[in-house]
């Protein structure tokens, strides 16, 4: 990975005033593709209509040759005025909701609801509105930017949008920028190894006798097993590995044996040999109890994430700690689970940014706040502008 | 027994009946403005809407003020919300008014129709565009799909809008449904009395557009018969030619109770015999009552529950001194 400390480090980077101005102008037309986007339904898999949405955005933004891929991302090109650098900025537009769960949006003074509203919509209308916001700003950069909304993010879609982008573009992007909802201050620079796994227990119960079922044995009975034995792993305190149960399911009625059940789990390492070690031992362990129960147990894992990561001594860091701390925010370093793993993995510097702050969920109480949203933009518009500076530097 | 429809009514269905998309191409809609040299408002009539209202205002300020400057002007016209509907439309840059603050010596009246006509009185523009509050959908092709026939054709005056009606229930959004008063009332009713008015698709719908010249001349229903009472009003005076109809896709809106559908068309039906008394001279047609008797039944009691609903119309407001002076139309 390319490091570089900047010369520049006080220098004053840009006009903060007329860049907050441009960003105040175009409030309504951010809450409006905002509203928008969320009446276009996109689900993982299914993301085909909002990526038509988002590209026709992007034409009305001034964006002259909005393109897309086999897997619908929407992508977005603003040229540069020197273009040596091509910074991506990126965020997914998919979600987990149905086409019958409401998604609309309801706007009041200082606070925008809806569902999943505080996970990527707002990022998503930014990228969207971030080519008027540049021109009514005149602001003119020297880098190249991708606006890329990517799909396939949640659940086993595993990242497969940004997969795909990196995998074909990976060498045309110098620097990757992802942006979520919530919270504005957040940095993050490091991701850890990380890996889901999907158990599932069958049993045959189906007895002509329901003591003869009930003694044949319960698949939820099984998963219970799985469960303490897996959790009976001894996980190492460094380097910091942890093992997650986020949902579980199984039975179908009150009256009768589990036939089914399936237990849903996260590992997470700052160490990606200790990340296979652990696979490995869950398999064994699974494939164990399903001898000892006469069960079939599967074991299926994917999402598979190396752990990758940056210093703050990288430019792109070191800038945006700077233009956190300058807009008056405290910078919460944090690992992070999103898209930069995959752009980081791939050698490309990245950090993930936040936009406002607001309470998640996919319930209609979940929410953003909208004042933040103004400072929240300016943040990238600057630490782009810093990247700049930095390339100029570099050539003066 | 079904039978093809008239001939005339085919054909207006044919000339008059449009797509939203057919206007998509908004650089081409302001450019045809400037040629008519028109100016356009929009109003939103609202009585406790805080939950749309900033939604649809900052759709309509962003696409059609901001992006492409179709509109000129974007007020909310207000029945008195004890919410903070007028707040959050004047925090997006919408006019906002409380209706009964102006022309106090028409005397007090309160209803949808009210907003509507102190509209003409309150905003600028040569064409009004109305669009309602309680659409959770909002886009803003509710008000470029009603303007668009407007600057094409002028012999247009006046635009419907006509949709899909899911609505919504506790279990989601619900793929059908909507437009009973329209089927079981207001169909039958035109079919009877006024036949070329079965081809408006959805004669009840909260969104249209009209001239004002042509909306200034007729009267205004207050309360549910607005919508009934502007529709024969502009036919029997312009004729079938001056209307169209734009097909504005899905709109999403609350679904109302059997009981308020009810009131609705008690209401309705008084502002129609008012037009059969004047347009078709059948004049004993006089309600014997005004109240409405709905049947509310509590385990194996039943209340009869009255209701007073009189629907009281505006005068046509180039009937008003003050609008005379304001428009320059003595």
């Known amino acids: ?396 | 027994m079904t039978k093809k429809a008239q001939d005339p009514i085919n054909k207006w269905l044919d000339r008059r009946t449009f797509h939203y998309r057919d206007f998509a191409n908004l650089a081409d809609l302001v450019k045809l403005k400037e040629k008519r040299k028109v100016t356009i408002s929009l109003c939103f009539p609202t009585l406790n809407e805080e939950k749309t209202i900033g939604k649809s205002i900052v759709v309509m300020k962003s696409e059609l003020m901001d992006r492409y400057p179709l509109l000129d002007e974007i007020a909310v016209i207000d029945s008195g919300s004890t919410d903070n509907t007028l707040k959050i439309a004047a925090e997006f840059g919408a006019d906002t008014y409380l209706a009964s603050d102006y022309l106090p010596d028409e005397g007090k009246c309160c209803g949808k129709g009210e907003n509507l006509w102190k509209a003409l009185y309150l905003l600028k523009g040569d064409i009004i565009v109305y669009v309602d509050t309680d659409i959770s959908n909002i886009h803003h092709r509710f008000a470029y799909g009603l303007i668009g026939p407007l600057l094409q054709d002028p012999k247009v005056k006046f635009v419907k809008a006509f949709y899909t009606r899911p609505f919504k229930s506790s279990s989601g959004i619900m793929p059908t449904g909507g437009g009973r008063v329209t089927e079981i009332l207001i169909r039958p009713l035109f079919s009877q009395f006024f036949p070329e008015l079965t081809g408006i698709i959805q004669p009840l719908s909260g969104e249209y557009a009209g001239y004002r010249k042509l909306l200034e001349q007729i009267h205004f229903p207050i309360g549910y018969g607005i919508e009934t009472g502007m529709l024969i009003d502009i036919y029997q005076k312009w004729g079938l030619n001056a209307i169209a109809q734009t097909n504005l896709d899905l709109r999403i809106h609350r679904n109302q109770q059997i009981a308020s559908l009810g009131k609705m068309a008690f209401g309705i039906l008084q502002t129609f015999w008012s037009r059969l008394r004047t347009y078709k001279e059948i004049n004993q047609l006089e309600p014997e009552s005004l109240i409405l008797r709905q049947m509310q039944l509590q385990g194996d009691e039943a209340d009869l529950i009255e209701w007073d609903i009189e629907e009281h119309e505006r005068r046509p407001m180039i009937e008003i001194e003050a609008y005379q002076k304001k428009y320059n139309r003595e």
């Open chain 1, 1 to 396: 990975m390319r490091e570089r400390v900047p010369k520049h480090t006080k220098k004053p980077l840009h006009d903060k005033e007329k860049l907050s101005e441009a960003i105040a102008a175009t409030r309504e037309m951010l809450l409006a593709n905002l509203s928008m986007l969320a009446q276009v339904p996109a689900q993982t898999f299914h993301e085909k209509d909002r990526a038509e949405f988002i590209l026709g955005r992007f034409t009305e933004g001034g964006i002259t040759d909005p393109t897309t891929d086999s897997m619908h991302n929407a992508i977005g090109r603003y040229n540069g005025r020197s273009g040596r650098k091509t910074i991506l900025i990126n965020t997914h537009m998919d979600n987990q909701f149905d086409s019958t769960t409401d998604q609309n949006v309801t706007i009041t003074e200082n606070k925008a609801f809806g569902a999943g509203i505080a996970d990527d919509n707002l990022p998503l209308a930014l990228l969207m509105t971030l080519p008027d916001i540049i021109c009514r700003a005149n602001l003119e950069l020297e880098n190249n930017l991708v606006f890329l909304a990517s799909t396939r993010y949640h659940g086993r879609g595993d990242f497969g949008g940004m997969r795909q982008f990196i995998a074909q573009n990976a060498g045309g992007i110098d620097a990757a920028i992802n942006l979520s909802g919530t919270s504005i201050g957040s940095l993050n620079y490091f991701t850890l190894s990380r890996v889901r796994c999907d158990i599932k227990c069958e049993m045959e119960t189906d007895h002509e006798s329901l003591w003869q079922s009930i003694a044949a044995g319960n698949a939820i009975l099984v998963i219970n097993e799985v469960i303490e034995s897996l959790f009976s792993i001894p996980l190492p305190r460094r380097p910091r590995t942890v093992l997650n149960i986020g949902m579980i399911s199984g039975g179908e009625r009150y009256s009768r044996p589990g036939r089914e059940a399936s237990v849903n789990l996260e590992a997470l390492s700052e160490d990606d040999e200790t990340m296979t070690s652990l696979i490995d031992e869950i398999s064994t362990r699974c494939t164990d109890i399903a001898a000892r129960y006469g069960a079939d147990v599967s074991v299926d894992f994917f999402g598979r994430h190396k752990a990758a990561s940056m210093t703050s001594r990288h430019p792109l860091i070191k800038a945006a700690i700077s233009v956190i701390k300058e807009l008056g925010y405290h910078p919460i370093m944090e690992y992070s689970n999103s898209e930069i793993s995959v752009s980081m993995t791939a050698g490309i510097p990245s950090l993930g940014l936040a936009l406002t702050t607001g309470k998640g969920g996919k319930h209609h109480k979940s929410y953003i706040d909208l004042p933040p949203i103004n400072k929240g933009i300016l943040q990238l518009l600057m630490i782009l502008k810093a990247i700049d500076s930095e390339e100029n530097d570099k050539n003066d």
